[in-house]
Every structure is written in C-alpha cells, then in structure tokens.
Antibody, heavy 120, light 108 residues
Framework: EVQLVESGGGLIQPGGSLRLSCAASGFTVSTNDMNWVRQAPGKGLEWVSVVFGGSRTHYADSVKGRFTISRDNSKNTLLLQMNSLRAEDTAVYYC??????????????WGRGTLVTVSS | SYVLTQPPSVSVAPGQTARITCGGNDIGSKSVYWYQQKPGQAPVLVISDDRDRPSGIPERFSGSNSGNTATLIISSVEAGDEADYFCQVWEVSSDHPVFGGGTKLTVL
C-alpha cells in the first residue's frame, strides 16, 4: 500500500529542537519531490519545505535558517529537523508527496500528520 | 505574495449542489488544485488542474476556473461530503505552493 506515516511530534519548550520523520511505503522517497506542510490549530494549510528528487531544497521564509529537510534513503524516510522552535510553530505537520504538472506542483499523497506543540 | 480567498463556510442541503469559490488575482491563468480534509484525517486531492478528477473521486466533484475565481462544484451533496476544502496554486515568483484559507462545508 502506498502511504506516508509521520512521527516525532510532541510538546517542546520555546527555543528547543525536534526532529520529525515520515516513513514512506509503496514508493521511493529519494526519487520523488517530498514536502512538509503544516496546519496550526483551527487554521489553514501552510507549506513549510520541499526536497526535490535531485536534492535541491527550498523553505518558507517563516522557517528558513531554523528548519532543515532531508532524506534517509536507507530507511525510505523524509526528515525535518526543527531548531529554535517558537510558539507560532505549533501545528500538525504533514508529509506530502508532490507531483509536477507543466511547471507547477500539487500534492497527490499525504500522511495523517504529527502534532508539534511549542509551549513552556 | 499571492493570496487565495475562500469563504469560511458553505452550507447545503443533501441532494443539492455546493459551490465553493477560491478568489485570486488572475487565478484563471493558473492551475488550481482542490483538497478535501475530514476531521482528524489527511487531506485528499479531489480536483487537479482546475477540473480533472483523480482516480477514485466521484463524478459529483467538478471544477471550473476563469478570471479571478476558481470554483469547486459538488453535485448531489451527501452527508459524507461534509469536510474542509482547500484550494491551492503554485506561485511561480516565489517558487512555492499557496493555499487558500479553507472552507467548511456543512451538509444540513
């Protein structure tokens, strides 16, 4: 079955660090464009980061310099290292696979998400 | 940055047609994607490239896009269609996706 399963969320104090994982099955993470998208409580979706199949990465301005996206190809897993966390980073974090369509991208597979709460 | 505007809520009786709009400057020149999200579940792509239905999505779901408004149309609405719906485009200038704020569809 083709699916994504996130883990690693939890309660963390402001300024702390957390690493999220997204285990993929049914396809290979290393050859796909993989993203993190978050959703703050009661809010809409916000794109966070992407790692393209060729390893180029891109970040939202709100997380640039604090978050790092990467892949563990041996485990077919997408990672998100989050440092210097702030209260406004509190959200459900979704892992999502992107597909390209004539120079634009959309998301054809999502995980169920993992909740990150930044609070003292 | 590019902004997509959706109504916070839309209500419709079972069997009727629901129309959820997504407004953006010249959105008709962009490809629009629609996602359905039920409580506690992952989003699901229901419309691709303005009007294409992915495999497994009922024919009741359709889309249109022109001028400054894209529309998700759900005909013969069922109780199981109750969910949040998000539109999405790709912002070429900043090279990242942009989502609308979401619309909660309530089936009366």
């Amino acid at each position: 079955e083709v699916q994504l399963v996130e883990s690693g969320g939890g309660l963390i104090q402001p300024g702390g660090s957390l690493r999220l994982s997204c285990a993929a099955s049914g396809f290979t993470v290393s050859t796909n464009d993989m993203n993190w998208v978050r959703q703050a409580p009661g809010k809409g979706l916000e794109w966070v980061s992407v790692v393209f199949g060729g390893s180029r990465t891109h970040y939202a301005d709100s997380v640039k310099g604090r978050f790092t996206i990467s892949r563990d190809n041996s485990k077919n897993t997408l990672l998100l290292q989050m440092n210097s966390l702030r209260a406004e980073d509190t959200a459900v974090y979704y892992c999502a696979r992107a597909r390209e369509n004539w120079g634009t991208w959309y998301f054809d597979l999502w995980g169920r998400g993992t909740l990150v709460t930044v609070s003292s | 940055s590019y902004v997509l505007t959706q109504p916070p809520s839309v209500s419709v009786a079972p069997g009727q047609t629901a129309r959820i709009t997504c407004g953006g400057n010249d959105i008709g020149s962009k490809s629009v994607y629609w996602y359905q999200q039920k409580p506690g579940q992952a989003p699901v792509l229901v419309i691709s490239d303005d009007r294409d239905r992915p495999s497994g999505i009922p024919e009741r779901f359709s889309g249109s896009n022109s001028g400054n408004t894209a529309t998700l149309i759900i005909s013969s609405v069922e109780a199981g269609d109750e969910a949040d719906y998000f539109c999405q485009v790709w912002e070429v200038s900043s090279d990242h996706p942009v989502f609308g704020g979401g619309t909660k569809l309530t089936v009366l």
